[in-house]
């Protein structure tokens, strides 16, 4: 399959990238500085851009099978790249007949906030984190609006560590028996699976252990 990821050089979409090469896909990194990239594969393909360039989005996506967005914004609290890049993605996709989406959301949007304990509803998403959590949400509606073949993955807070699989998906919104942690990697391979398993289809999916 040929797989877009933007988002390409943070710390899960590298991830990301290295599993879906692992898997046998043909992977395009877009990113603003791809050379970041520590990866030497015949598969991968090297985009330099902005995700605000609606333009240079678009062009990027012509020709792919699938979109993985895991855009993000480093430690700014108050860019809207994940919204405004999605929009731009969305937009591309529609321009060039792509359907299918998979973009990395956080644990705590929409319905799922009751998954949270009260550190992370009032202090991080509801104090320190609130312009982050606020367009993760816009991003969401965006994407659920697009008409795509859409899934949204919804992780808890990262960590760093090996894929271990071992964390639980698909949990429902009333669920707070969770550590509320993720591993990077974990992530990782829960988008890369999306390109060929369609259980999500349409759907927002939680992952944590």
């Given at each position: ?26 992977v ?7 050379g970041?990239?520590?990866?030497t ?8 851009g902005?995700?605000a ?23 700014s609290?108050?860019?809207?790249v994940?919204s ?19 973009c990395?959301?956080t644990?705590?949007?929409?319905e799922?906030?009751?998954?949270l ?9 509801g ?10 949400e ?18 808890s807070?990262?960590t760093d ?5 071992g964390?639980?998906?698909g ?7 969770l ?15 999306q390109l ?14």
């Amino acid at each position: 399959m040929k797989v877009i990821i933007f988002g390409a050089t943070g710390t899960v979409g590298a991830l990301a990238v290295r599993r879906m090469l692992a898997d046998g896909h043909q992977v395009t990194a877009f990113a603003r500085h791809p050379g970041n990239l520590d990866i030497t594969d015949p598969a991968l393909r090297r985009v330099a851009g902005d995700a605000a360039d609606e333009g240079a989005v678009a062009q990027a996506i012509a020709g792919h099978d699938a979109v993985v967005v895991t855009l993000g914004a480093g430690t700014s609290r108050k860019s809207v790249v994940r919204s405004g890049g999605t929009m731009n993605v969305i937009r591309g996709m529609q321009a060039h007949g792509v359907s299918r989406l998979i973009c990395q959301s956080t644990l705590g949007a929409h319905e799922s906030w009751s998954n949270l304990n009260f550190f992370w509803k009032r202090i991080m998403f509801g104090l320190l984190l609130r312009p982050v959590f606020l367009d993760h949400e816009l991003q969401e509606k965006l994407v659920r609006a697009s008409g795509l073949d859409w899934t949204i993955v919804r992780p808890s807070a990262f960590t760093d560590g090996p894929d271990t699989a071992g964390y639980r998906e698909g949990f429902g919104g009333r669920e707070q028996r969770l550590k509320l942690k993720i591993s990077r990697a974990d992530v990782a391979g829960f988008l890369a699976r999306q390109l060929t398993d369609r259980r999500y289809m349409q759907q927002a999916v939680a992952i944590s252990n």
